[in-house]
Nanobody
Framework: QVQLVESGGGLVQAGASLKLSCAASGRAFSSYVMAWFRQAPGEEREFVAGIRSSRPDYADSVKGRFTISRDNGQMTVYLQMDSLKPEDTAVYYC?????????????????WGQGTQVTVSS
């Protein structure tokens, strides 16, 4: 069983930065594919960024603004969000899958955190 706990959300103005963290439990964290998704009210959950061991993947909407990273020793994955826009407002979820590669479909992930709210005002 893997538990994921997100933190770092908040209310910021457009153009500001936030850094989300996701602390994980589990023995084989370094082999997990880790990802961030987000869900705005009335919208489907969408892929934001993912990472396994090397090159991370990003949604086109966040490329150049968001950076995903991981610290296997701390069993934590991060999402640095810069140049935030009002359309980035959503609940952000951390997700883990036990094997394979980064995928953008939520149904392919095995474990989820409870989510953290990010609100960007204009």
């Amino acid at each position: 069983q893997v538990q994921l706990v997100e933190s770092g959300g908040g209310l910021v103005q457009a153009g500001a930065s936030l850094k989300l963290s996701c602390a994980a439990s589990g023995r084989a964290f370094s082999s997990y594919v880790m990802a961030w998704f987000r869900q705005a009210p009335g919208e489907e959950r969408e892929f934001v960024a993912g990472i396994r061991s090397s090159r991370p993947d990003y949604a086109d909407s966040v490329k150049g603004r968001f950076t995903i990273s991981r610290d296997n020793g701390q069993m934590t994955v991060y999402l640095q969000m810069d140049s935030l826009k009002p359309e980035d407002t959503a609940v952000y979820y951390c997700a883990a899958k036990m094997s394979g590669i980064v995928r953008d479909r939520p149904a392919l992930y095995d474990y989820w955190g409870q989510g953290t709210q990010v609100t960007v005002s204009s």
